[in-house]
């Protein structure tokens, strides 16, 4: 255990206000990052407190903060089709395939530190991480581009017709890209009400200096919904007997928000939608590499007292992606954001994982409910601009 965690003298008041501050800006992102990982809202608050409760214990840095970002929803749901495999099989069935894939990227990164290739990971060239970086950013923008200029996000899908390709439409990153310059090309079709919710919220996001900005603009897109009846996309309530309700049992209570044991999970046909064992594995080690890229990111700008611990830090990843598993959500990274903020406030040890861990519970404060109303390009900016500086530093 880092001597962070143990050293109770460390602890202060720094950490409470810090975890606290940082799960309410971040609830917004949580459910923003699901819905890019195909999931419904409601599911990025759920799976949020477990994974930063496991890398607590292991990280050495007390700013470090991970979670669920773009990229990682991007990646697991590019790598697994996830679109085309919620569209056959529904929602419960993709969330069980991505909660695997989620453990099979942690099994991998736990992997790796016990092999001490955490210090390999230093030496890849910086045009190779800008690279993917800008692919990343531009893949965000495709994504949510429907949900940003439609008024629903299916209607971009009903009136772009995708050319054919060897006989077949486009598929995948190739659809979305070919929809996204069409719609670029075709602003007559953009939804006006849409299109001002995203503006509002993209300035918002952009030139407000405060750390609750994305609670402001959430928030505000939200009160606009619900006085106006907006008629579009909203997040909505969580669905009937999703909410995580303390029962008095300390047994089931601390386990109420695994969605999947490792056991359960169906190990067999993730595999075979990555195309066999010797490409899973491929994918999942290189997945755990470029998911380690974002630590390193987030610790250049704050180090760990007394220097960094890179294998140490790759397990961390690799047991708050496990956790992320079993909660059946996408695997977990660094959020540059998110550990910037916290370092602001004041943490200064890793118990403020814990605080922020107490956040991820829809049933606490009425964390969904309170954004039924809220539309979904308000939790989703996609201006390319704004989405590169996100994409790039979270």
């Not at 993730?270 to 630590?295: E, H, Q």
């Not at 107490?358 to 964390?367: C, F, K, L, V, Y």
């Amino acid at each position: 255990m880092p001597r962070y965690i143990s050293d109770v003298k460390a602890w202060s008041m720094g950490d409470v206000v810090a975890g606290v501050t940082v799960a309410v800006t971040s609830l917004p992102q949580y459910i923003a990052y699901a819905e890019l990982a195909q999931l419904s809202g409601f599911r990025g608050i759920v799976a949020s407190g477990p994974p930063l409760v496991a890398f607590a214990f292991l990280t050495g840095n007390p700013c470090l903060n991970i979670g669920v970002t773009s990229i990682t929803a991007l990646m697991a749901t590019a790598d697994l089709k996830g679109g085309e495999y919620r569209d056959a099989y529904g929602e419960a069935a993709w969330s069980q395939i991505l909660g695997t894939y989620s453990m099979m990227i942690g099994v991998a990164s736990l992997a790796l530190a016990l092999l001490n290739a955490g210090s390999l990971v230093k030496h890849i060239p910086a045009p190779v991480k800008a690279g993917w970086k800008l692919g990343f950013a531009l893949a965000a923008c495709a994504a949510q581009m429907p949900n940003s200029a439609f008024e629903h996000a299916k209607n971009l899908k009903k009136i772009c017709q995708l050319p054919n390709f060897r006989g077949a439409p486009l598929q995948s990153g190739a659809a979305n890209m070919y929809r996204l310059a069409w719609s670029l090309t075709h602003p007559h079709f953009w939804d006006a009400e849409a299109v001002a919710f995203s503006a509002m919220t993209l300035f918002i996001v952009m030139y407000f200096k405060s750390p609750l900005k994305v609670i402001v603009a959430s928030a505000l897109g939200a009160g606009i919904s619900y006085l106006r009846s907006y008629s579009g996309d909203v997040v909505g309530r969580p669905p009937p007997g999703s909410e995580l309700r303390i029962t008095g049992e300390l047994g089931a209570d601390l386990t109420s928000w695994v969605h999947q044991w490792p056991w359960e999970m169906p190990l067999d046909e993730t595999v075979n939608r990555l195309g066999g064992w010797p490409l899973a594995v491929m994918s999942a080690v290189a997945f755990a590499f470029v998911d380690y890229l974002a630590i390193i990111s987030v610790e250049a700008e704050r180090p760990a007292p007394g220097g960094s611990r890179p294998n140490r830090e790759m397990a961390g990843q690799g047991l708050g992606c496990i956790a992320s598993g079993m909660g059946g959500s996408a695997p977990i990274g660094g959020s540059l954001t998110r550990s910037m903020l916290a370092g602001m406030i004041g943490a200064s040890s890793p118990p403020g994982a814990f605080t922020v861990s107490r956040r991820g519970r829809p049933s606490e404060a009425g964390g969904t409910e309170k954004r039924q109303c809220s539309p979904r390009r308000c939790l989703q900016p996609s201006c390319p601009l704004w989405w590169h500086r996100r994409i790039c530093s979270d």
